[in-house]
C-alpha cells in the first residue's frame, strides 16, 4: 500500500486566533507540573517542555507561556527560561514572533541544530561502531523504501545517481554526491521517524565518505549502481546484498580517516 510522503517534522496543528492560543498557553502553563528545584534549571525546564510535547499537552502551532507565567509555573528565574527557550529556538523546536510570542514550530527548520549529532559524534570512538549502526539501519531502511517506491521515487534515485555518476567522470566527486543518492533513497520510506534519525547518521558517514570519494570514486560509483538495480529489481535479499557490498570500499576509507595513514587499497594516487 502506497503511503502519502509526510513533512518531516511536526504534524500539521489547526491554526489558532490571538485569544485561542493564549487560552490554550495558560492551559498548558498549568500541566506543567510543580516548581523544579536548583539544580540543573534550564535542564528541567526543557525536559518539562519535552514532556509536555510527548504527552501532547503542548503541540506544534501552540503558543509556549509567556515569560511570566514560565516562570511562576516553575518557580525559576526569568533568565533561566529564556535560556531554555533560546536552546529550544537553536534545535529548531519553537520560533519567536515578535509580538505574538513564541511557538512551537510546525516542523524543524532547514537550520536547526540536532543535539543527536553531537552525542552520536562525541560517543563513536571506534570505526566499528560506525560501521555496526550502518549495517543495522541503511539495509531495512532500503527494504523499506523499495516496498514504497512509486515510478516517481525509482526516477528521483535515478537522478541521483546520475549526479553521482557525471561528478565522478568530471573528476570532482563529493561526499554529498554520494549521500544525496541514499538520502534519496530515504526519503522513500515516507516515515518522518526514519527520514530524521536517517539524515542524522549520514551527517557522521560524511567524513569518511569524502575519504571514499577522493580514492575510491569508481568503485563507489559501481556500487551504487549495483545498489539501484538491486532496488529496482524489487528483491530486498539482492537489495540487503548490494548494500553490504557497497560496505567493503566504505570501510577501508573509514579506517583510514581513523588512522590518517595510506590510501584503501585498489585507490587511485
Excluded at 561502531?129 to 543495522?136: A, K, T
Aim: charged fraction near 30%; include cysteine; aromatic fraction near 6%.
Amino acid at each position: 500500500m502506497q503511503r502519502v510522503a509526510p513533512t518531516v517534522g511536526w504534524a500539521k496543528a489547526t491554526p489558532q486566533s490571538g485569544t485561542q492560543g493564549r487560552a490554550r498557553a495558560r492551559k498548558v502553563a498549568g500541566s506543567l507540573g510543580v516548581p523544579v528545584g536548583k539544580d540543573s534549571v534550564v535542564s528541567v525546564v526543557l525536559t518539562r517542555l519535552k514532556e509536555a510535547l510527548l504527552r501532547k499537552t503542548l503541540r506544534p502551532g501552540d503558543y509556549l507561556p509567556s515569560e511570566t507565567e514560565l516562570t511562576k509555573t516553575f518557580g525559576v528565574s526569568k533568565s533561566s527560561v529564556r535560556e531554555a527557550v533560546k536552546m529550544l529556538q537553536a534545535m529548531g523546536v519553537v520560533e519567536v514572533r515578535r509580538g505574538q510570542g513564541t511557538r512551537v514550530r510546525q516542523h524543524p527548520g532547514p537550520d536547526a541544530i540536532s543535539p543527536l549529532v553531537f552525542r552520536l559524534i562525541m560517543e563513536a570512538g571506534y570505526p566499528d561502531d560506525l560501521v555496526e549502526l550502518r549495517l543495522m539501519f541503511e539495509p531495512a531502511f532500503a527494504v523499506m523504501a523499495m516496498e514504497r517506491a512509486t515510478d516517481e521515487d525509482r526516477d528521483r534515485i535515478r537522478q541521483a545517481l546520475g549526479r553521482l555518476e557525471r561528478s565522478a567522470r568530471a573528476g570532482s566527486p563529493t561526499a554529498d554526491d554520494d549521500i544525496a543518492f541514499h538520502l534519496a533513497i530515504l526519503q522513500t520510506t515516507r516515515n518522518p521517524l526514519v527520514i530524521r534519525i536517517g539524515e542524522t547518521i549520514f551527517q557522521l558517514f560524511r567524513p569518511s565518505i569524502s575519504v571514499s570519494m577522493k580514492h575510491i570514486a569508481s568503485r563507489a560509483v559501481q556500487d551504487h549502481r549495483r545498489i539501484f538495480d538491486a532496488f529496482c529489481s524489487g528483491d530486498p535479499a539482492r537489495l540487503r546484498e548490494a548494500v553490504f557490498k557497497s560496505y567493503d570500499g566504505w570501510k577501508e576509507s573509514l579506517n583510514r580517516e581513523k588512522r590518517w595513514g595510506a590510501p584503501p587499497s585498489g585507490a587511485r594516487a
